[in-house]
């Protein structure tokens, strides 16, 4: 039989995302465990969250590392020692590079909070807001050595015509914390 699937989430600030995935899996929505978080901010709520669900964790001070080369084979050897089948990146502020896209190539996702290609990179809500966008969205996509330009595998879009940054942004995460782990059960069972 085979093992039950184990996903490290990589996170940096609130940790929402991180919250709908680990319970998506307690309730059985996900076959599978959160096993671990990565986080490169050791204060972060999401660190906090993590420990609330009894999920081990790796926070780290990412300037006390080397080189980017060090911290990330100190987070590829992490995964491997936990068996990680599949990387989610859940708001983890940071491009990941060659080291560790070498050894979890492949297995690594990440949600984007456009419609992609358009409004790749930071700050993507406000920017979409500055152009008068009429249609937001979610896009969830593997990563590969681009910016937020891998390959799709979900997008939902969210029309919106307002101006208030709050409520679009109240309306961008009620979709994620749907869309995510929708995603991730719909990968795992390999549809
Ligand atoms: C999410 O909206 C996610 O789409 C975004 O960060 C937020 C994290 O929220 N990710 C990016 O902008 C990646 N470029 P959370 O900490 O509450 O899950």
């Known amino acids: 039989m085979s093992h039950k699937k184990r996903i490290a989430v990589f996170a940096s600030g609130t940790g929402s995302n991180f919250e709908a995935i680990a319970t998506a899996c307690e309730e059985g929505k996900i076959p599978a465990d959160v096993a671990v978080l990565v986080c490169d901010k050791p204060e972060a709520l999401v660190v906090e969250r993590a420990a609330r669900h009894g999920i081990k964790t790796l926070a780290f001070v990412p300037k006390l590392f080397p080189s980017k080369v060090d911290m990330e084979t100190v987070i ?49 809500v406000e920017q979409a807001m500055e152009y008068g966008v009429k249609v937001y969205g979610v896009t969830i996509h593997y990563v590969d050595e681009t910016v937020d330009g891998g390959r799709i595998i979900a997008q939902r879009a969210i029309p919106y015509e307002g101006e208030n940054l709050e409520e679009l942004f109240g309306l961008i995460h009620a979709v994620e914390h749907e869309l995510y782990p929708e995603t991730i059960a719909r990968l795992l069972i390999g549809r």
Not at 103 to 123: D, K
Request: with cysteine; hydrophobic share 45%; net charge negative.
């Open 76 to 124: 590829a050897d992490f995964l491997d020692e936990n068996e990680i089948d599949l990387v989610c990146l859940a708001g983890y502020m940071r491009i990941i590079s060659n080291t560790l896209l070498s050894r979890y190539g492949g297995r690594i996702i990440n949600i984007h909070p456009s419609l992609l290609p358009a409004f790749q990179g930071a700050r993507a």
